[in-house]
């Protein structure tokens, strides 16, 4: 029996005091005009009304995070040589981020496929994906730029979510989709959630009438390949592309990272840092050579990675859970399902020999 | 708008010998526009100009050197073409210049605001005083005056102030003859620590994406811009909110006297950091000390890029 | 940059090759007395100086920053100087919005043979920047880190 629990909206601020005293909390909150996920602070409002405008992808993947901190010392046996001091920095505590939506939560369940294989375990995307429980709220409305039913997700998909949030009237109906959820949903304020359960139902059903058909994107993989050497097509649909990072650094499933060390002095850490294959660097070679020296080139690997080579190796899951903020926030209005539409109708014009 | 077609027909006329043409069109729902690529015939027709038209195509420019180009621009747009004519960034025999009177542009995060939640836009309707707004089958009706960007409040160049095709009647120069820079002065008046604090807490949600710098028409280092150069050293890597500020300085330096004030900046934040004040002040001290306004004469040179023996301007400390 | 806690404040100069650096000197060489708090960084000529040097060395810890020249007419390359002045003016202007008092940052020209001209603008200029007191410093990646030890010393 799934255990369900009613919150009044009242008590949110109370029930996230109550996680917080052990686990460090993370909820959406207005920052500017803009909302993103913060440590949970009692005296700033909560918002539970559409998706954040930053996923909360910082809280498993963080923009920034140091691996090792390392010193530089000299060997008092041959001062002519200098040691360095290493020391693994791995993340420590647990989290709960309360108040992401389905589309931002279920795509760490495509990190796990790239960082904890049977082959690599990437230790420190481990200790935080396993010290962090997600407490996710189920949309109640949908936006232009939403598209996750286009691409095998729902508005209340529980993939990677610990709790499910349906928003009801006068707070939300809590549900465990997880055994950690299960420990989460112990609070006393909680209240019996089964006289919530059909009215959340209509709610949901409602959305997804909403969201209205979506197109077949089966051929997708297949379609992206047969113009991928159509430069014509793929410099047309980039063209209006400014080559800034907002789409992928916006992007709950975009895991791809950069490596540097910072030194200051003898004291240097190395970090890991949020990377963008939008950016020039992203494939720039020591020789000076770039294999995708355009914007038509990177915008391709984009779109190709989440619609066609991903699914190619990973089941046929398409790597994109249609949060639809890299439409929404692109300064330029690149709109990714647009692309993915072109492709897949694409018909090349026939020559006549 | 009542010129659109007029601009359409300028536009089959010069197409024939253009590589493309720039202009705007509708977007994923009827309170967006997006910046639209005229290869050919079949694609003028999508063209529209409207309020929603923010993006500034001149940023486009310089990195389609050697083609030739339509573009149609805004007043502001037209300033920044002027700059990058200035500073010969672009050729004026590869550009086409399409202008018309602008009456201003909508602000996206003011439409957020005063609609409190934007979700599934099913229409909108403009005129020239107001726009209905319909989201989730509730209509909600604003004053275009609530919602114009803050920098068409105090427009100075509404009409294109280069163009080879001018449709439409021009609005002629506006009141004020100065810039507007109360709400800087405002903030100036602050106390150091408040202003210190005010850029730290607005910084720290910066995500370095740098599509402030991708949306500036006069950021053109593009794919070598110091901010990711390993070596000069000048940012880290690392998520901290020294390096976010650090490179707003750098690049409000790199625009000083260069900046044509259109906004991009701010407007392209994905996460609304009120960046365009460190421009204005700026450019504020550039109007004072050199009596200088970027991207209104081809014929200037940027002040950074010259000098004068004496500086009438200039007052050195008295040690 | 070690300083001496409680006395000294972190000042940086930044020095042209042929005339300030040679006036510092001549200073030293006369046996002129000066503050310690400042430390030179030498440059081939003032228009060598990327303003951002200076917003690089306040962000960084600096409470002060000097910048010094040859004097007008008299820049070795000509023109550097020329150059310089228009770009640290509109700096020093540009400062005060970022939360930097006026007066962190001057600039000023010396020749090689000023020592004490020289003295006269260290000591000047070390004393304008123990009465501002240290510049704020930014502690920790997050605005947080150093928004409450702002507050906290309000207290």
Not at chain 2, 96 to 109: A, K, L
Not at chain 2, 274 to 293: A, R, S
Not at chain 3, 135 to 147: F, N
């Amino acid at each position: 029996m799934t255990l369900v629990k009613y919150l009044k909206s009242t008590d949110l601020k109370s029930w996230l005091a109550e996680l917080a005293e052990k686990n460090s909390v993370f909820a959406p909150r207005y920052e500017g005009d803009s909302v993103i996920f913060a440590p949970f602070d009692p005296e700033q409002e909560i918002y539970t009304k559409s998706a954040a405008t930053v996923p909360p992808k910082k809280t498993v993947f963080p923009q920034s995070e140091k691996l090792v901190d390392f010193t530089y010392h000299k060997d008092p046996e041959n001062p002519g040589k200098t040691l360095i001091d290493g020391k693994e920095v791995l993340p420590q505590g647990t989290t709960v981020v309360f108040g992401g939506r389905p589309c931002d939560v279920r795509g760490f369940s495509m990190f796990d496929r790239v960082y904890l294989t049977k082959e690599t375990t990437d230790i420190y995307y481990k200790a935080r994906r396993d010290n962090t429980s997600f407490i996710t709220i189920a949309c109640e409305f949908t936006e232009s730029t939403c598209f996750c039913h286009w691409v095998g997700s729902s508005p209340s998909d529980p993939i990677g979510s610990d709790v499910l949030a349906v928003p009801v009237k006068g707070g939300f109906l809590l549900t465990a989709v997880s055994a950690r959820g299960e420990t989460l949903l112990t609070s006393k304020l909680l209240l019996e959630g089964k006289p919530k359960v059909e009215e959340a139902e209509e709610v949901l059903d409602k959305v997804m009438e909403n969201l209205g058909k979506a197109p077949d994107l089966s051929k997708s993989p297949g379609k992206l390949l047969e113009v991928f050497d159509n430069m014509e097509f793929w410099e047309k649909v980039s063209a209006k592309c400014i080559s800034c990072g907002t789409c992928t650094y916006l992007c709950p499933t975009c895991y791809c990272f950069n490596i540097t060390d910072e030194i200051q002095g003898l004291k240097g850490s190395r970090i890991r840092s949020w990377d963008n294959c939008m950016s020039a660097l992203f494939t720039m070679e020591a020789s000076g050579h770039n294999p995708r020296p355009t914007k038509a080139h990177r915008l391709k690997n984009r779109v190709g990675h989440k619609f066609s080579y991903y699914p190619d190796l990973h089941d046929g899951i398409i790597s994109c859970y249609g949060c639809g903020r890299c439409i929404k926030s692109c300064p330029a209005g690149v709109d990714i399902r647009e692309i993915v539409l072109k492709a897949i109708e694409f018909m090349p014009t026939v020559v006549e020999e | 708008m009542k010129f659109q077609e007029e601009l359409k027909e300028s536009i089959r006329k010069a197409l024939p010998e253009l590589d493309v043409v720039i202009g705007w069109c509708g977007s994923f729902d009827p309170l967006h526009a997006t910046p639209h690529f005229i290869y050919g015939e079949e694609d003028i027709e999508k063209l529209e100009i409207s309020p929603l038209n923010v993006h500034n195509l001149a940023t486009y420019l310089p990195g389609m050197r050697g083609k030739k180009v339509g573009v149609v621009v805004k007043g502001c747009d037209s300033r920044s073409v002027v700059e990058l004519l200035q500073e010969k960034l672009i050729s004026r025999d590869d550009i086409t210049i399409f202008g018309f009177p602008c009456t201003g542009v909508i602000d996206q995060s003011k439409v957020k605001k005063a609609i409190g939640y934007v979700g599934n836009v099913q229409s909108c309707d403009m005129s020239d005083e107001s726009l209905v707004v319909v989201v989730d089958d509730k209509p909600h009706s604003l004053k275009l005056s609530e919602v114009l960007a803050e920098k068409c409040k105090s427009c100075r160049y509404p009409d294109a102030i280069i163009s080879d095709y001018f449709v439409g009647d021009r609005i002629a120069k506006k009141d004020p003859a100065e810039p507007n820079y109360k709400e800087l002065e405002k903030f100036e008046k602050l106390a150091v620590s408040e202003r210190f604090g005010y850029w730290l807490k607005e910084l720290d949600r910066c995500i370095r994406c740098y599509a402030c710098r991708s949306a500036c028409p006069l950021c053109v280092c593009r794919d070598h811009c110091i901010a990711e150069s390993r070596d000069p050293h000048w940012l880290s890597q690392e998520n901290n909110v020294r390096d976010k500020l650090m490179f707003q300085v750098i690049h409000a330096y790199h625009m000083a006297g260069r900046c044509t004030e259109c906004g991009e900046c701010q407007r392209a934040c994905p996460v609304d950091i009120p960046i365009l004040m460190l421009k204005q002040k700026m450019n504020k001290e550039v109007l004072d000390i050199f009596n200088y306004e970027a991207g209104v004469n081809l014929k200037d040179t940027p002040p950074l890029l010259s000098f004068k023996m004496e500086e009438e301007n200039i007052t050195e400390k008295d040690w | 940059m070690p300083v001496l806690e409680g006395k000294e404040l972190r000042i940086v100069g930044f020095l042209c090759n042929w005339c300030s650096y040679g006036g510092a000197d001549t200073a030293g060489v006369g046996r002129f007395n000066q503050p310690t708090d400042l430390r030179i960084i030498k440059v081939p000529c003032s228009g060598r100086i990327d303003p951002l040097f200076i917003v690089k060395a306040l962000m960084n810890g600096a409470d002060g920053v000097l910048v010094s020249g040859c004097h007008p007419r008299d820049c070795h390359y000509s023109e550097g100087n020329f150059y310089a002045r228009r770009r640290l003016e509109i700096m020093q202007k540009f400062l005060p919005i970022l939360g930097y008092e006026p007066g962190r940052f001057e600039y000023t020209w010396v020749s090689a043979s000023e020592g004490q001209r020289w003295q006269q603008v260290v000591t000047e200029f070390t004393d304008q920047i123990h009465k501002l007191g240290p510049a704020p410093k930014i502690v920790g990646p997050e605005a947080s880190d150093t928004l409450s030890l702002m507050q906290a010393a309000l207290k």
